[in-house]
């Protein structure tokens, strides 16, 4: 049950959009739930990047 806190505690915290993307798979594994938003927002500052490195072009 601890580590199911730790969990909803953490889910609590993530921004918005990452939020909306864990809403309805109620990961329960911390390890897991930290790696994939890892990953969200890895992805979502590449793609950041990338569409600005696009403008900066033209």
């Known amino acids: 049950e ?3 806190d730790k969990c909803v505690k953490f889910e609590s915290g993530l921004r918005p959009d990452i939020k909306h993307l864990f809403g309805f798979s109620q990961i329960r594994d911390f390890a897991t739930l930290m790696n994939k938003s890892r990953i969200c ?3 979502g500052k590449a793609k950041t990047n990338y569409y600005k490195a696009m ?3 033209k």
Do not use: I, Y
């Open 55 to 57: 403008s900066d072009q």
């Open 2 to 4: 601890a580590e199911e």
């Open 41 to 43: 927002d890895f992805d």
